[in-house]
């Protein structure tokens, strides 16, 4: 892809992850194993069709996005293999998804909660390694800050794990590690929300006139031919401070 589509592309798929994050980690914390056993089953079977069709559209919109980067390839290919696991189980009778809700932990619920997290560890170093590699190229302290976001995602993914296999040796401990996990991983998604702004921001374009009547028609005739290019245009520059 060359260069004048890259601009709109990319900030096109990044504006519909930014939108598709916020009900992914509503539906994924009502589900967990910490409220699953409290909710009614109609609202219950609501949040995990509503996983599978944002995880699904997420993984779609990655694998869009490959063709800036490699790695969304990977982590959209991951993210629907694991839509997939997910759809599957729901529709098996008696599987983990159904029983997790009106039985408790199960070893079933809590053998599916483990290889979710797998997933998710994996989705997210592919994913943030894609965004921090493409936006290396315009802003690197951004770029830094989805890498310390990986990091982070991983350290509290790895407790959230953890804290499965420790249900069963201490049940209380085991059940604050996952409390405080699940704590841990909506602040990081407000956080990711955050990044997923920035730079789809980034991703536009934008310009200031030095104010003389030359520099003014020059940059209409600028913009103009940007947006022959499909290029978004915007008033609001983003300023790295």
């Not at 809700?101 to 070893?107: E, R």
């Not at 953890?162 to 956080?191: D, E, K, T």
Request: proline share 2%.
């Amino acid at each position: 892809m060359n260069q004048t589509n890259f601009y709109s592309f990319t900030a096109k798929h990044l504006w519909l992850l930014f939108f598709i994050v916020i009900p992914v980690n509503i539906f994924d914390i009502l589900t967990s194993e910490l409220f699953a056993s409290h909710l009614p089953s109609t609202i219950y079977s609501f949040c995990n069709y509503g996983i599978i069709i944002c995880n699904l559209l997420y993984g779609l919109i990655l694998l869009k996005l490959s063709k800036e980067h490699d790695f969304y390839k990977t982590a959209g290919i991951i993210s629907i293999f694991s839509t997939l696991i997910n759809l599957w189980l729901t529709f098996t009778n008696g599987g983990p998804l159904k029983s997790s809700a009106s039985d408790g932990f199960g070893f079933g619920s809590l053998a599916f909660a483990f290889i979710s997290v797998i997933c998710n560890i994996l989705i997210i170093f592919f994913e943030t390694n894609g965004h921090a590699d493409i936006l290396g190229r315009y802003d690197y302290d951004l770029s830094s800050k989805w890498d310390n976001l990986r990091k982070w995602y991983i350290y509290i993914y790895c407790g959230l794990g953890s804290s499965v296999a420790i249900i069963f040796i201490l049940p209380l401990i085991g059940l604050l590690i996952m409390l405080a996990s699940i704590i841990a991983l909506c602040v990081l998604a407000i956080v990711k929300y955050i990044y997923l702004y920035k730079k789809e921001h980034i991703m536009k374009l934008g310009m200031i006139s030095l104010g003389c009547a030359k520099n003014l028609i020059d940059t209409e005739l600028f913009l103009g031919v940007a947006k022959k290019y499909n290029l978004e245009i915007t008033n609001n520059i983003y300023k790295n401070t």
